[in-house]
């Protein structure tokens, strides 16, 4: 355990912790960031001279990532973004010169200036005069004097696990609600008494007479077509007309008396050569 940073962490612990809890705004989250900065700064410390420590110690402070969100507690800094808040923070809390802040937020001292001066302009903005924000920066001052028992019990016990290189405590992982499964018993409950519900409000069944199904080995007997809905009843009712019907037209034909005389028939070509006649007869020699 190095002497000169134990003597280091217990003169600059309390002064962090109130810096970064008036960036974020959170307690816990203040502690938790700090102590990371303390164990990065452990191993920095050990190859950088003594004069380079603050500036380091703060730069490892500012890379929390606590710092870069949230909102401070405080109603005159609520007014303030976290860039110029911090800015502001580096002067009246950390005590540092323009040099070392604009060094610790890695810009240079006249980014630094400009970024202090826009935080002045907000502040303004917000109806807070000089003279309140040297009243805030005294009653900070005694903050940082006048921290609780258990914050600076807290605090020195986290110096102490730094020092004797212990491992940062992992989060406890949040308990799981019982809540969501007593929910999804409940709704299975519920199901179940509504299923067992179907059969106890349901009707009686009505009882169906036995049914007569016909036997399988005996065949359909064929039933003859009705007369009346056959397609040619005309002419089924009179078979004698049909023959008549066919011949209608050209017997029509006929009977108009247009139609020419019908020509004898020929004599066939195997037929036996008729008798002369009389006449012939008389002619011959």
Not at 21 to 30: I, K
Not at 117 to 136: F, K, P, V, W
Not at 224 to 248: K, S
Not at 259 to 280: F, I, M, R, V
């Amino acid at each position: 355990m190095s002497p000169a940073l134990s003597a280091f962490l217990r003169g600059i612990e309390r002064r962090a912790f109130v810096f970064v809890e008036l960036q974020c705004g959170d307690d816990e989250a203040a502690e938790a960031a700090l102590g990371r900065a303390m164990r990065a700064f452990r191993g920095l410390s050990a190859v950088s001279p003594l004069s380079a420590w603050p500036a380091g110690f703060w730069s490892l402070l500012m890379a929390q990532t606590e710092l870069s969100g949230g909102e401070s507690q405080v109603p005159e800094l609520s007014a303030l973004s976290s860039g110029p808040r911090a800015a502001l923070l580096l002067r009246i809390v950390a005590g540092l010169d323009f040099p070392h802040a604009a060094q610790v937020l890695g810009v240079s001292e006249t980014t630094y200036r400009f970024a202090l001066q826009r935080a002045l302009q907000q502040l303004g903005d917000g109806d807070i005069s000089y003279a309140a924000l040297s009243a805030l920066r005294e009653r900070l001052h005694r903050q940082v004097k006048t921290l609780p028992e258990d914050r600076t019990a807290s605090l020195a016990a986290l110096r102490q696990r730094v020092l004797q290189g212990e491992a940062e405590a992992e989060p406890r992982p949040p308990q799981a609600s019982p809540w969501p499964g007593r929910l999804l018993w409940t709704v299975l409950v519920l199901l179940a008494l509504a299923f067992a519900a179907t059969f106890l409000l349901s009707p009686e069944p009505r009882e169906v007479g036995p049914q007569v199904l016909p036997p399988e080995n005996v065949s359909a007997v064929p039933v003859e077509p009705d007369p009346v809905t056959h397609p040619d009843f005309a002419l089924l009712a009179a078979p004698d007309d049909e023959a008549l019907a066919t011949e209608l037209a050209l017997l029509s034909w006929v009977a108009s008396g247009q139609a020419d005389p019908l020509p004898e028939p020929a004599p066939a070509a195997d037929a036996p050569d008729a008798q002369p006649s009389t006449t012939e007869a008389d002619d011959a020699p």
